[in-house]
């Protein structure tokens, strides 16, 4: 039996803390506009933060799938950017200590990988653990992001109605780390937010405005917002740029919100994946986008 202690290393100076939170995004798996990455990646850039947990990624992650980038300068290596898989302290707005995890989905091991998170877990005496990441629907942009949440107990998300049935999907180790620690009475709690299928391989900085959001009514914690709001309005006013500009686009918009506002006002339906109505395909809708804004790279 493999000792899951051998898979990270806690700092000498880790801290005892007092029921914290654990927020935690995996790099890899699906994230529709970027909006897990965004949310944890913003959380890090403005709160000061330490590491007090770290992982082997040596043996989590198949490098020859996702190779790290190396520099070569004239006749030598001289950089290899190594990536991180971290559990990092920090303080809230409002002073609230909470912890975060991220970097590369493990490749391999993920059992293993649960079970040290557990240990870490108990180790730091976490009250409760959340990840968030997005997934691409059929919705317009010019309509307040919905979420699917999910949970370890139900009373964690106070009995929403969900949009989806029975499935089966790719796991992934995020899922399965609320699957087991929630099977171990830890609470355990995530959101999807739902992403305009057509912005889905662009970063949307509304749909981490939306996660971040979801956490703070879902914990309590308090997060500086400012320069993310700004991001997720310089994008909306980007998007309208280009819709204003193809005509084909407003007609594809408008009948997106004329399908979201009947689903949304009609209680018959019972999932807005299912609608018939023809419309363009994400991908359609998307190549468009993708072209302003690669345009607009170029300026």
């Known amino acids: 039996m493999f000792d899951p202690k051998d898979l990270y290393r806690l700092a000498d100076d880790a801290p005892e803390l007092t029921d914290p939170v654990l927020l935690y995004h995996f790099d890899g798996f699906v994230d ?135 499935v089966q999907v790719p796991g992934s180790a995020a899922a399965l780390l609320e699957l087991r620690l929630g099977a171990q009475g830890r609470d355990a709690v995530g959101y999807a937010v739902h992403v305009p299928h057509y912005l889905s391989q662009a970063e949307y900085p509304t749909a981490a405005v939306t996660a971040l959001e979801a956490v703070t009514r879902g914990t309590g914690l308090v997060f500086p917002m400012e320069g993310l709001h700004d991001a997720a309005h310089r994008t909306t006013a980007e998007i309208e740029e280009q819709i204003q500009a193809s005509s084909e686009l407003s007609t594809a918009i408008s009948g997106l919100e004329q399908q979201y506002d009947a689903f949304a006002g009609g209680s018959e339906r019972e999932n807005l994946m299912a609608e018939t109505t023809p419309m363009p395909t994400g991908d359609e809708l998307a190549a468009q986008f993708e072209r302003f804004l690669a345009e607009r790279d170029d300026e």
């Open 32 to 166: 529709a506009g970027g909006a897990g990455r965004l949310a944890l990646g913003h959380l890090l850039a403005e709160l000061e933060h330490r590491v007090v947990a770290t992982f082997d990624v040596d043996r989590l992650l198949d490098y020859r799938s996702r190779r790290p980038i190396m520099t070569f300068d004239t006749d030598r290596w001289v950089e290899c950017e190594t990536p991180e898989l971290a559990v990092h302290v920090a303080n809230d707005a409002t002073g609230t200590p909470f912890l975060l995890m991220s970097g590369p989905e493990p490749d391999r091991e993920w059992e293993l990988f649960t079970r040290a998170v557990a240990e870490l877990v108990e180790r730091l005496r976490v009250s409760k653990i959340v990840t968030m990441h997005g997934i691409p629907m059929a919705v317009p942009h010019t309509r307040p992001l919905g979420i699917t949440m999910h949970a370890s107990r139900p009373e964690l998300i106070n009995s929403q109605t969900s949009a989806f049935g029975r």
